[in-house]
């Protein structure tokens, strides 16, 4: 019995480090599905079955509770997979199983509001509140598509305003490795393309793709000093530790355990993943 957390590739990694952090003694599963990465161009069929095929191999290594630590996933698959499909795995492993996603922890350390609330709309049209805030989100292209934050974070602050710039190619350069210079020259360009869409910086940043966290200090140093940044590993972690006070049924293991899985190629991961990690990090086939 363990945790599963699942990604494209090696993001997924960031919340999966703040999760051991949280609960240490529980039992961990990573699965990188780093045959199919990225998944940020991909159509949403395909990611609904790249998500789905990846939750099922989770599931079969013992885990209860999976963890889309991707926002592509979350964005694109976590809702059809939680409606269509997560009833039918209870009853094909005989067990209680869930498939969580990290947009909804993400939104409400963005809000400060639980996901439940939504802001009243008596207020006569032509009478909203004028914006006071902007958020900046940075993120894949099929995140930004999917206009997932703009939506939610409307629906609880009326006062805050979403802009999200979509960063093709940059978790690609992540996962590869790609020399620091490299990427700080992507962070600066998106960073000053949201500014020039939006004329000013944003008052605060999500990095709304888990592979960002790896060079949150790049998209920092971008941004005027002291932008606030929401980290997601930190939102979801706290989400998961309400979670499971709620939900006891769920087995969780106790021994401490680390799998590493990918559908790629198995073998030790980059030097600057192995630098985030704080230790070489290799992975076994899937």
Not at 65 to 92: K, Y
Request: charged share 25%.
């Amino acid at each position: 019995m363990a945790i599963g957390v699942f990604d494209s590739g090696v993001g997924g990694l960031t919340v999966h480090r703040e999760l051991t952090r949280r609960f240490p003694d529980r039992d961990f599963v990573y699965l990188a599905d780093q045959a199919n990465a990225p998944y940020g161009g991909r159509g949403g069929e395909e990611i609904v079955d790249l998500t789905r095929a990846g939750c099922e191999r989770l599931f079969e290594a013992g885990a209860n509770v999976i963890v889309l630590a991707c926002n592509t996933a979350s964005a694109i698959a976590l809702r059809r997979l939680q409606q269509t499909w997560v009833p039918d795995a209870r009853a094909r492993h005989g067990r209680p199983v869930n498939v969580l996603g990290i947009i909804v922890p993400t939104i409400e350390a963005a809000t400060g509001l639980p996901w439940t609330y939504e802001s009243e709309r008596d207020r006569a049209e032509g009478e909203k509140k004028q914006a006071i805030e902007i958020t900046g989100v940075f993120s894949t292209a099929a995140t930004a598509m999917s206009r997932v934050y703009e939506i939610e974070i409307d629906k609880r602050r009326e006062d805050l305003a979403v802009f999200s710039e979509p960063c093709p190619g940059l978790a690609g350069l992540i996962e590869l490795g790609a020399p620091t210079e490299e990427l700080t020259v992507v962070v600066n360009d998106h960073v000053d393309a949201l500014r020039r869409r939006i004329g000013r910086h944003p008052d605060k940043a999500i990095l709304g793709c888990t592979h960002y966290e790896i060079v949150a200090d790049l998209f920092a140093a971008a941004l005027p000093d002291g932008t606030p940044i929401i980290h997601q590993p930190q939102a979801v972690a706290d989400a998961l530790d309400r979670y499971f006070a709620h939900h006891p049924e769920y087995g969780l293991g106790e021994t401490g355990r680390r799998d590493f899985l990918t559908t790629g190629t198995p073998g030790p991961q980059s030097d600057r993943v192995s630098q985030f990690w704080g230790a070489p990090l290799s992975f076994a086939a899937a």
